[in-house]
């Protein structure tokens, strides 16, 4: 039991206290207990098989190493949540058709776009949850599938809107072009042929690759100009601006007044 403790000590309890995840017990053997019932394991020695399953399905997990317990609560948390989520069977053809809907949402303060991202994603038989990362984790997404259905995780760690959307995007991106037995955790300095895929099909679907032509046509757009741009494509202007700075169009210090900055609600547990 003593390695047992050993091992607890790696695991963010504070934290998933403070969220409301587990209770925040005095007794270190009682908060074991609720540790090791919230991965649902009899032991760490079975947790780290668990993740280790990870590992083989997530080609880049080293780089969560170091935190992989932390990481691990992120994901098993985000999996609790999903499991209470209706959705209907998966259906390619329905979410490819409503992503241009969930494009408009862009625009949409997040007591808006919040369910109903979510009430479309589940009759496509997707489930999407918003999760606050842990501490040191650096994850701000994830991608995997729990039986017949898809699961986007999001962080909402830039708490920027750019930010946001280009992620959901991006899982998205996973979904439909990639396997179901792969799992895909974003970070920083994240790279490889599946993450630029996803990558490419987030920029090319917030922002048609024809329409950016257009845009800088004339050089490096106004904040005006921008806006204009923003509202003919039916889409919000700090997305636009966050597309620029990542492409050097914009400095990065440039037009961050059109981008929208999001924070999580304070619980009855805060």
């Given amino acids: 039991m003593a390695s047992y403790l050993e091992w607890l ?29 919230f991965f649902s394991v009899a032991s760490p020695a079975q947790w780290k098989t668990v993740w280790s399953e990870y590992q083989v399905a997530y080609r880049q ?18 999996e609790v949540q999903a499991q209470q989520i209706k959705c209907a069977p998966f259906d390619r053809r329905k979410f490819m058709s409503i992503l241009d809907a969930i494009r408009d949402l862009t625009r949409e303060a997040p007591d808006v776009f919040v369910p109903r991202l979510e009430e479309l994603c589940s009759s496509a038989g997707v489930a ?17 599938w729990l039986n017949d259905k898809a699961v986007i995780q999001l962080s909402l760690r830039y708490k920027s809107n750019d930010h946001l959307w280009f992620t959901f995007f991006h899982e998205a991106g996973h979904i439909l072009k990639h396997g179901r037995k792969d799992v895909y955790i974003e970070g920083k300095g994240l ?16 922002i048609p690759p024809a329409q950016l032509r257009r845009l800088l046509e004339g050089g490096r757009p106004t904040l005006a100009a921008i806006e204009r741009f923003a509202e003919g494509i039916g889409i919000a202007p700090g997305i636009v601006v966050g597309r620029l700075q990542h492409e050097n169009v ?13 924070c999580w609600k304070r619980t009855d547990a805060e």
């Avoid at 790279?191 to 917030?206: I, S, T, V």
């Fill in 61 to 78: 997990t080293a780089r969560f190493e170091a935190c992989a317990e932390a990481v691990s609560a992120w994901l098993r948390q985000g």
């Fill in 128 to 144: 999407v949850v918003f999760l606050p990362e842990l501490p040191k984790t650096g994850v701000y997404g994830a991608t995997r």
């Fill in 250 to 262: 914009l400095p990065m210090n440039t037009g961050n007044k059109l981008k929208i900055f999001y």
């Fill in 191 to 206: 790279d490889g042929e599946k993450e630029e895929e996803a990558n490419a099909f987030a920029r090319d679907k917030l």
């Fill in 9 to 37: 000590k790696r695991v963010p309890v504070a934290a998933m206290a403070k969220l409301g995840w587990i209770p925040k017990l005095n007794d270190r053997y009682e908060q074991l207990d609720a540790i090791l019932r």
